[in-house]
């Protein structure tokens, strides 16, 4: 039996006081799932209503997001699935509260816990969603255009799977953009399945 700690909780996250974010957000969010999952996704940083449960991908990007894995036979459950920053950076604006998104030096803060968790759950591949996840995982700014659906080994030896982050997919502007995104962002899900089969 390993006695290898367990991945960063929520408790841990939120006594680290290196980044400010801690300050304004409701609590830490942690990853979630199995140690030793063959498959982690990695999105950018909790949402509103991630920041409010305390659990990743719950909230509008997270509901897209199990539909798309459901359709391309990844199975929640068994994958592990965190984010890159670890508290929810926003503006205040009355009573809604503006997503802002994670710059380097946030990125820089949280990459311990997820260096911890990758460590730990130590899968075969790790879909990063989103230019946040991209750049926390391979230490460098990429486009995702270039590098989307294809297999980037990092100097580390961790093999990353580059597509969209499922809010990307709301912000489209029309459904015909929305239907075809869509379609294309399963595709990416079931390549990545397919890499750890």
């Given amino acids: 039996m390993s006695s290898a700690p367990p991945p960063p909780s929520k408790k841990d996250i939120d006594a680290c006081r290196r980044c400010p974010l801690w300050e304004r957000a409701t609590q830490g969010v942690p990853g979630e799932g199995p140690r030793r999952a063959r498959i982690m996704l990695v999105g950018e940083q909790p949402g509103d209503e991630e920041d409010l449960a305390g659990r990743p991908f719950v909230g509008p990007a997270g509901r897209l997001f199990n539909?798309?894995?459901e359709e391309a036979g990844i199975d929640r459950p068994a994958a592990y699935v965190t984010n890159a920053v670890k508290h929810f950076k926003f503006k205040p604006t009355g009573r809604r509260r503006l997503h802002q998104s994670p710059d380097a030096g946030d990125i820089t803060y949280y990459r311990p816990f997820l260096k911890r968790e990758i460590e730990l759950v130590a899968?075969?591949?790790?879909?990063?969603?989103?230019?946040?996840?991209?750049?926390?995982?391979?230490?460098?700014?990429?486009?995702?255009?270039?590098?989307?659906?294809?297999?980037?080994?990092?100097?580390?030896?961790?093999?990353?799977?580059?597509?969209?982050?499922?809010?990307?997919?709301?912000?489209?502007?029309?459904?015909?953009?929305?239907?075809?995104?869509?379609?294309?962002?399963?595709?990416?899900?079931?390549?990545?399945?397919?890499?750890?089969a």
């Fill in 67 to 69: 539909r798309a894995a």
């Fill in 123 to 196: 899968p075969r591949l790790v879909v990063s969603l989103g230019a946040t996840a991209l750049r926390a995982l391979t230490g460098k700014p990429l486009a995702i255009t270039k590098v989307r659906g294809e297999v980037i080994e990092t100097a580390d030896g961790l093999r990353v799977f580059p597509t969209v982050h499922p809010s990307y997919l709301l912000r489209l502007p029309d459904p015909e953009s929305k239907e075809r995104e869509y379609a294309r962002f399963v595709a990416d899900l079931r390549a990545a399945k397919r890499e750890v």
